[in-house]
């Protein structure tokens, strides 16, 4: 059974950084892709960052192109996202997903299996 826990969210002003940080266990090789998705209050849960777990290639959304960087370690099967410039509006929780069943990587209901999710503020 895959397991993933998020970390490293917490509060700080725009144009600040944060790095998240996903532990996940149980992954299967057959696991192709795993991501980042967010879900601020009152708005549908979006993808944010996907990458191939194998090959490294990564996907971004145009909200993070440019500021955000997904990568991962499959040493330590943990996976990561470097949010630089951060803004207000990116102020969500943001969730780790694996296990993909095909289909668009930025779309939620595509990924099986969540973490709890870490919250991010971002202040003007």
């Known amino acids: 059974q895959v397991q993933l826990v998020e970390s490293g969210g917490g509060s700080v002003q725009a144009g600040g950084s944060l790095r998240l940080s996903c532990a996940a266990s149980g992954i299967s090789y057959k696991n192709s892709y795993m991501g980042w998705f967010r879900q601020a209050p009152g708005k549908e849960r979006e993808g944010v960052a996907v990458i191939h777990i194998r090959i490294g290639t990564p996907y971004y959304a145009d909200s993070a192109k440019g500021r955000f960087t997904i990568s991962r370690d499959n040493a330590k099967n943990a996976l990561y996202l470097q949010m630089n410039s951060l803004k207000p509006e990116d102020t969500a929780m943001y969730y780790c997903?694996?296990?993909?069943?095909?289909?668009?990587?930025?779309?939620?209901?595509?990924?099986?299996?969540w973490g709890q999710g870490t919250q991010v503020n971002v202040s003007s």
């Open positions: 997903a694996a296990e993909y069943r095909g289909g668009s990587l930025l779309m939620s209901g595509n990924f099986r299996t």
